[in-house]
């Protein structure tokens, strides 16, 4: 390859790039073909692969375009591939979010039947022993148990309820919890244990130390 067919095919590949940027390359190499005294109808050097010299050129471009883009802008490129992929994710998401949707729906449909049977179990209940308590005791005191049956099936369903809620919420705060956080309370647990380690030496040194003063001094 000639010197004119070298710079000819690397202004070519490098098209896409500024005629700024271009004609600053280009002279460089025109520059070292100078000082190797590389005529234009020379051929050039087999390390002067203008295909591969582009290509490198091309790629450093790139490379220097993302490190110069601001954060914003690259946050901004990373939330719009983020809703492109929900988009696209739309046939599987959508289904999954109706059947999830559909199992919360029952489970709150049936949380409120089993407090409506229980408010009507009382209800009830209290209506038989109003009913029969002047002619049938032993009715009366049914319908009493039935009335304290549905009471501690209420306080039940609430305490059970009111425990999941506990363990869900409990659960997302320490997902959430900050990691400094819980790095600075390891570390001040450590700190904790280590200076009650060196304080407990320190006494226990003293007290071996007064006991080995009274030693000596009833041996003397």
């Known amino acids: 390859m000639t010197r004119i067919e070298f710079m000819r095919e690397l202004s070519n590949r490098l098209r896409s790039i500024s005629p700024a940027e271009r004609d600053n390359i280009l002279n460089y190499y025109e520059e070292i073909f100078e000082e190797q005294e590389i005529d234009y109808t020379d051929s050039v050097p ?11 050129i091309l790629m450093n471009q790139q490379a220097n375009k993302w490190e110069q883009t601001p954060p914003q802008k690259r946050k901004n ?14 046939p599987i998401t959508l289904p999954l979010a109706a059947a999830f949707i559909g199992i919360l729906i ?8 089993l407090f409506v049977s229980g408010f009507m179990g009382i209800v009830g209940g209290i209506a038989g022993i109003a009913y029969f308590v002047t002619f049938s005791p032993l009715s009366a005191i049914f319908f009493l148990g039935v009335v304290f049956v549905a009471i ?21 705060a320490r997902k959430s919890r900050p990691q400094n956080q819980n790095n600075f309370t390891e570390k001040s647990q450590n700190n904790f244990q280590t200076d009650h380690f060196d304080n407990s030496n320190t006494d226990n040194f003293d007290t071996i130390k007064l006991d080995e003063d009274k030693n000596n001094e009833g041996d003397e």
Do not use: C, Q, T
């Open 77 to 90: 490129r990373d939330g719009l591939l983020l809703i492109l992929l929900g988009i696209l994710s739309l």
């Open 106 to 113: 029952a489970i709150f449909a049936v949380i409120i039947l």
């Open 152 to 172: 501690g099936a209420i306080i039940l369903l609430f305490n059970a309820i009111k425990f999941i809620i506990h363990k869900f919420a409990g659960g997302i």
């Open 46 to 56: 087999e390390r002067y692969d203008p295909m591969k010299i582009a290509r490198d």
